[in-house]
């Protein structure tokens, strides 16, 4: 079975699939930011698209969303709206699979994948760097100014919970 893993957010998705054996299939980013601002109209979107993936999909685990006020970074209305957002991409993935997602912490799943983002170090950048050596289907676009393209930081991130969910449906299954 393959292993789908998701970074949710109201303005872009990451979206990873792994393969039985743990092989990059899929490493897309979802724009929302074009789309309808209610959450339900950007919900119909990502089913959508979720329905065009074609690989029969046995693991679902996404990233948490924010569970905590960080000063100048997000607010309390920002923190609700991600977390129905995601309970609303979570029930349609139960729904679309028939598997309950489970989920990792953004810290969790990068150090579980041997991640190390030194102090001051832009977190994201550590994430896309890492792939770029270890991951050989892994491939960034980067803006006329030598930046990622919209969208990078989102799917480098959807296949380190990807990675994570893979070896928990490993260990899962060889228990069995």
């Not at 979802?30 to 329905?51: G, H, N, S």
């Not at 729904?95 to 579980?112: H, T």
Request: glycine share 6%; aromatic share 8%; net charge positive.
């Amino acid at each position: 079975m393959n292993t789908l893993g998701l970074d949710i957010s109201t303005s872009c998705v990451g979206v990873t699939v792994l393969d039985k054996d743990g092989n990059l299939v899929v490493c897309e980013s979802w724009d929302l930011r074009k789309t309808d601002k209610d959450l339900l109209f950007k919900a119909e979107f990502i089913e959508e698209k979720l329905r065009n993936i074609k690989q029969q999909i046995g693991f679902i685990m996404i990233e948490e969303p924010l569970q905590r006020f960080l000063p100048g970074r997000s607010s309390i209305k920002t923190i609700l709206k991600l977390a129905k957002f995601n309970a609303i991409i979570s029930y349609i993935c139960k729904n679309m699979y028939g598997v309950v997602p489970e989920y990792v912490s953004a810290n969790s799943s990068r150090k579980k994948c041997g991640i190390v983002t030194p102090k001051g170090c832009n977190v994201k950048m550590v994430v896309v760097e890492h792939f770029l050596k270890t991951e050989p289907k892994f491939t960034v676009e980067y803006t006329r100014h030598g930046n990622p393209i919209h969208g990078t930081f989102d799917r480098a991130d959807s296949l380190v919970v990807a990675k994570v969910g893979y070896d928990i449906w490993k260990a899962k299954n060889s228990e069995s």
